[in-house]
């Protein structure tokens, strides 16, 4: 791959336990806090139970709260965009007049088989909802090209848990063959039953709040939430004033072509992402200020991206944000990627939250303080669940 | 945008496993005849449907790896590895892969079961193998570890339009240089409560119009794969891929009206007999082929590869449409008609104002 | 039914070991190498097929992989927790 023009991205929203909007997120990150309980929005009579970072109702703008006509995923996703759009200084109407793709990554939003109507009918074909139908209501990247009456093209990534990473980084690649004047991209995952138990047989969370990085580490805590990046064409930021909040400068995509749900112990595949995203974006490792991890807090993930970046990224600082956030899956890697944006922004890091104690078989440790920064550049990584890798290369926007 | 060389084909359905039994079908203008039980309250139902056999899977996978691998994961591999055989690089590949697979449903069956199993038993809570095989990556984390090809893996599903997505996506990657070659395909499966959907709503043993939607097209599952490089550098022996577009229709589709045939995806679910003539105008010839591998919404892949073979054949299939209402008011040709060197669009209606088109073109 | 053969039952069927008959499986032999090919998803598989047949809870893997070694230690946990 050779060196790509950087994407400008112009606008950021986000929602998720740790605020209603990227700014609140932030100020929760900065100050260290996160208060996670037991699942609210289904019944679990199992004891022993891990916590999760649900987002409230009242996080919600009131006009999207009180609608009843869309699912709780897509109110999420209508939240974070909304902002987006907003903070690029633009309107709905706007877009309309625009060729405007849409790319999300998700899981809940792409599975048919929603619990309500498994609750109504397991067996019995009598109350159903049709396939099509039910797939209207619960893809969000269809739902919100209906809402917004926009053009497309559309893109609904299901790489599991680097599924925002990616919607990010082929969105990228939509303003750069200029199929696009501008992408609403990112991710959005919601809590669900589903998920839960399913993370919970592959015995992968932890009952605690999750650690990422520490020795006493036992696993992940699930999340949900919206993130989206509003990225737009040199031709578009160049006919108005621009709004510029960062850029994209590369992506890099990988698989492990090991197992399905244990990462490769050699960390080959992730290596391979962060050479492709680096060589994309022409920046040398030495320029990136910090690295956004993936870091779950499950004994393996921790330990082989330790090793990665102790090898490939020596001495730079990182940290994960799940200890803020949960483990949001599809959204994780939109979340973090508009994180590194911002702290680029803000010339700030959060700690490491959860991170306490050092583990002596990890080469390399997250920061445990918020820390200043001084580079431009940020790398923020995802490691899937099937061996998917995703990293993004993000700068501050100086570029443009 | 890049154009992109077709130089494999691997397809399994109803009609059976591999390129030349769907030539076989087309020619015959019918896949045999099967049938499928689905168990309902009111008992059992049996319906017409075009399912497929992945025993063939055998000659590429050990009993051992596939043993854990369910129906839709055999599809995709299946699928997978007859294109890359195909294309002679099952074994080795110049340079980097990437692996992209459409799929409209995703893993179904196993989701319903561990979906099952949460509402249904409240002891279990799930098997961890069932829900690791219902994760929507699942099948194409499978193949990457098979082939182990560590090149950049994408799962794509919106219903409808995840073929086309994947297939613009697999442009962009050959355009950008992010990969040499690209393993893309279609995957559904068929399950029991799909057929519910579809058999049990008249208790006719055809699905009733649910909310206006007649059934125009039998229960179909399968997988259809291509493996695609840049055009120029190699040749392709199913022609090129010319464009990829996506979007809203805007009010009229300005559409294919270049005179070149077009293939019409009609997979039963959207309104396709109403929507296809109010919102499209075509000039050349319209061909439907979903009668031969039935109705999935990753459609549009086994389209391509009809429009693929008729391309390199010189010949327009007889179309094989689900029904007789379709052909009148399209009036599809029912002998093969010679095809001019030249293009062919595969088209196809979203579910939600929106759509996805191939333009394919001899070498 | 003894409690190993149905244990090897329950390994057979559930894992999909498809060509391994029951008396292939030695009560002393490691279930996890190369003679039956399994991995950690047939080791979490086994924890949650024991819990749905002999209501027995392994919570921590790290705890449970003693239990899991052979069909020895398989059947000496279930009766050690059954008899708690």
Redesign the interface.
């Known amino acids: 791959m050779t060196p790509r023009l950087p994407v400008a991205v112009t606008g950021m929203g986000c929602i998720c336990h740790a605020g209603a909007t990227l700014n609140t997120s932030m100020q929760t990150l900065y100050r260290g806090v996160r208060n996670p309980g037991p699942p609210a929005v289904f019944k679990c009579p199992l004891e022993d139970l891990s916590p999760v970072f649900e987002v409230p109702q009242t996080f919600l703008p009131v006009d999207i709260r009180r609608r009843n006509d869309i699912p709780w995923l897509f109110k999420l996703v209508l939240a974070a965009a909304s902002e987006a759009i907003r903070h690029a200084g633009r309107t709905i109407r706007d877009l309309r007049d625009l060729r405007v793709g849409v790319c999300l990554g998700t899981n809940v939003g792409t599975a048919m088989n929603n619990e309500t109507y498994y609750r109504n009918c397991p067996e019995s074909g009598e109350s159903f909802v049709s396939p099509r139908e039910r797939f209207l209501q619960s893809n969000p990247t269809a739902a919100l090209v209906r809402e917004w009456h926009l053009s497309g093209p559309t893109l609904t990534v299901v790489t599991a848990c680097s599924a925002g990473t990616d919607a990010i980084g082929l969105a990228a690649g939509w303003i750069r063959e200029g199929i696009c004047d501008l992408v609403i991209a990112g991710g959005a995952d919601a809590m669900y039953q589903v998920t839960y138990h399913g993370f919970r047989s592959l015995m992968i969370m932890d009952t605690d709040p999750c650690r990422p990085f520490d020795r006493r580490r036992k696993g992940m805590n699930l999340g949900e939430g919206a993130a989206v990046m509003v990225l737009e064409s040199p031709e578009l930021t160049g006919i108005r004033p621009p709004r510029v909040q960062g850029s994209i400068l590369g992506y890099g995509a990988s698989a492990d072509a090991y197992h399905l749900t244990s990462p490769d112990p050699t960390g080959a595949g992730l290596e391979l992402a962060i050479d492709d995203a680096l060589r994309e974006s022409g920046v040398s490792f030495q320029e990136v200020a910090f690295i956004n991890a993936h870091g779950t807090g499950t004994d393996d993930n921790d330990r082989i991206e330790s090793q990665v970046l102790a090898r490939r990224l020596p001495g730079i600082p990182f940290f994960s944000t799940k200890g803020y956030t949960g483990h949001t899956l599809g959204a994780a890697g939109a979340m973090e990627a508009v994180f590194s944006m911002a702290c680029l922004k803000n010339r700030k890091i959060p700690a490491c939250l959860g991170y306490e104690e050092p583990d002596p078989m990890l080469p390399s440790r997250p920061v445990r303080e918020n820390r200043s920064i001084r580079g431009r550049i940020a790398l923020s990584e995802s490691l899937a669940f099937g061996g998917n890798n995703a990293v993004l290369i993000i700068g501050d926007g100086a570029d443009q | 945008?890049i154009r992109a060389a077709i130089t494999g084909m691997g397809v399994v359905g109803g009609f059976g496993c591999g390129v030349s039994l769907l030539k076989q079908a087309l020619e015959k203008g019918r896949s045999p005849d099967q049938t499928v039980r689905i168990?309902?309250?009111k008992g059992d139902i049996t319906a017409p449907a075009l399912l497929a056999d992945t025993a063939p899977l055998a000659r590429y996978v050990s009993?051992?790896?596939r043993?854990?691998f369910d129906h839709y994961t055999r599809l995709a591999l299946l699928g997978g590895f007859l294109a890359l055989d195909d294309a002679g690089m099952r074994e080795s590949r110049p340079g980097r892969m990437g692996?992209i697979l459409a799929t409209?449903?995703?893993p179904?069956c196993n989701?319903?079961d561990?979906?099952?199993s949460?509402?249904?038993d409240?002891?279990?809570?799930?098997?961890?193998?069932r829900?690791?095989n219902?994760?929507?990556?699942?099948a194409?984390?499978?193949l990457?570890?098979l082939?182990?090809?560590?090149?950049?893996?994408?799962?794509?599903?919106?219903?409808d339009?995840?073929v086309?997505?994947a297939l613009?996506?697999a442009l962009?990657?050959l355009?950008?240089?992010?990969v040499d070659t690209v393993l893309v395909g279609g995957v559904d499966e068929y399950c029991n409560?799909?057929g519910?959907?579809r058999?049990?709503?008249d208790g006719r043993g055809s699905a009733g119009a649910?909310?206006g939607?007649p059934a125009l097209a039998v229960i179909g599952e399968g997988a259809a794969f291509f493996v695609l490089s840049k055009a120029g550098e190699t040749a392709g022996t199913y022609g090129i891929i010319e464009s990829v577009?996506?979007?809203?229709i805007?009010g009229r589709l300005p559409g294919p009206d270049d005179g070149s045939p077009v293939i019409l995806g009609a997979d039963g679910?959207?309104d396709c007999l109403n929507r296809y003539p109010r919102l499209v105008s075509i000039s050349g010839t319209i061909g439907v082929y979903t009668g031969v591998y039935g109705g999935l919404p990753v459609g549009q892949a086994f389209d391509m590869a009809i429009a693929a073979l008729s391309l390199t054949g010189g010949m327009l299939y007889p179309s094989v449409s689900p029904g007789t209402v379709f052909d009148d008011t399209f009036g599809l040709p029912r002998p093969a008609i010679p095809l001019k060197p030249g293009r062919l669009h595969c088209l196809k209606l979203g579910?939600?104002?929106?759509y996805g088109m191939l333009t394919l073109s001899v070498n | 039914m003894t409690l190993k053969e149905e244990l090897k039952q329950i390994i057979i069927t559930e894992l999909n070991l498809e060509d391994i008959l029951l008396e292939d499986i030695k009560d002393d032999e490691p279930l996890f190498g190369d003679k039956f090919g399994l991995d950690s998803i047939d080791a979490i598989e086994l924890v949650f097929q024991l819990k749905k047949h002999f209501g027995v809870e392994i919570r921590d893997m790290k705890e449970g992989r003693p239990a899991l070694e052979s069909i020895n230690t398989l059947a000496a946990f279930i009766e050690a927790r059954q008899a708690a």
């Open positions: 945008m168990s309902t309250e009993r051992k790896a043993r854990r692996i409209g449903y995703g179904t989701t319903a561990f979906t099952h949460l509402t249904s409240s002891v279990s809570f799930g098997s961890p193998t829900f690791s219902s994760v929507h990556n699942a194409a984390a499978y990457a570890i082939l182990r090809e560590k090149g950049p893996s994408l799962s794509v599903s919106q219903f339009m995840s086309a997505q613009l996506t962009i990657w355009s950008e240089g992010r409560v799909l519910h959907y058999q049990t709503l649910v909310q939607e577009s996506m979007g809203k805007p679910y959207t579910s939600s104002d929106d």
